[in-house]
């Protein structure tokens, strides 16, 4: 695929957008266990690729990759969503779901292992100033307490962090291996996480119409279109840009969220989404003035 690094950093951020959905869907499916939840919804999204090789039957040429491919797929989808997980239930999750989101400063740092790639200081300085924001959200401006007995749940969290960011970094040496085989990733994450259902997990089904609506929407969008978009995004991309642009994760999603009647709004949201604007925008000026440079009025 030879996309501009910008058309294809923009097409990553469409990941972002996606993943903003993630607390409303899952709120609005029920009370459907973690692994179940995963299991359904990569089943729906990795489907959803199987249905598209009816119109695009050379996509499905992409699941002949080697292993290391794999390993880093399917350890990225599933060791990310099983490490969170784990956190969630060994720690509280304000902490956890903090800990969790220094993945996108971990993706800019780590990015200046990559060719070609050079870490500025305005990356690392956009990147910080989005992680107070996001920690603004996380918080509600309360203070943090990390105690002793929760140390496993914050080195879970930590793990899925640098999981995370691992997979997306190490995902541009990969550049060559086309999109398409995030399908063949999304249905080999749903049969671990449905086995691990089956082992530690009570199953719980949707009981309302609205509820098997969520759970669509979850597995097409969030869980589905969101891995393809991404990979896309940091294979071609700024991938530095996309690091620290994804903190606006967590705020468009707690702004959903009080759309939606699922959370109330504070001035926390409103001094967050101004640090987390300023702190994409930093990150993102050379590419910003670079454009400018390029198109002068």
């Not at 709120?27 to 973690?34: D, K, L, Q, V, W």
């Not at 919804?41 to 199987?50: K, N, Y």
């Not at 009570?202 to 279109?225: D, K, S």
């Not at 959903?256 to 994409?280: D, P, Q």
């Amino acid at each position: 695929m030879h996309l501009p690094r910008s058309t294809a950093t923009l097409i990553g951020f469409s990941a972002i957008l996606l993943w903003a959905f993630l607390a409303f869907f899952t709120a609005a499916s029920g009370t459907m266990p973690a692994f179940q939840l995963t299991a359904i919804t990569f089943a729906i999204g990795g489907l959803a690729g199987v249905v598209l090789w009816a119109f695009r039957p050379q996509a499905m040429r992409a699941l002949r990759q080697p292993w290391p491919v794999w390993l880093l797929g399917v350890g990225g989808l599933f060791g990310y969503h099983a490490l969170y997980f784990a956190a969630l239930r060994t720690a509280p999750p304000v902490e956890a779901g903090l800990i969790n989101y220094l993945w996108p400063l971990l993706i800019v740092l780590l990015s200046a292992l990559l060719p070609g790639e050079r870490l500025r200081w305005h990356h690392v300085a956009g990147a910080l100033l989005a992680l107070a924001g996001a920690a603004l959200v996380v918080t509600g401006g309360q203070g943090l307490t990390l105690k002793s007995e929760y140390m496993t749940g914050y080195l879970c969290a930590l793990a899925a962090a640098l999981t995370w960011a691992v997979y997306s970094v190490l995902s541009r040496r990969f550049a060559n291996v086309p999109s398409d085989a995030i399908t063949g990733f999304c249905l080999a994450t749903a049969v671990l996480a449905a086995a691990c259902h089956l082992m530690f997990e009570t199953t719980v089904w949707p009981n309302t119409a609205w509820q098997w609506a969520a759970l669509v929407g979850l597995g097409l969008g969030p869980v589905g279109l969101a891995f393809y978009v991404w990979d896309i995004g940091v294979k071609h991309g700024d991938i530095q840009v996309l690091g620290a642009a994804s903190y606006a994760a967590p705020l468009l999603s707690t702004s959903i969220l009080v759309g939606t009647g699922y959370a109330a709004f504070t001035s926390n949201l409103l001094v967050a989404c101004l640090l987390i604007t300023a702190g994409a925008i930093l990150a993102a000026r050379d590419m910003i003035f670079r454009r400018r440079a390029s198109n002068p009025t």
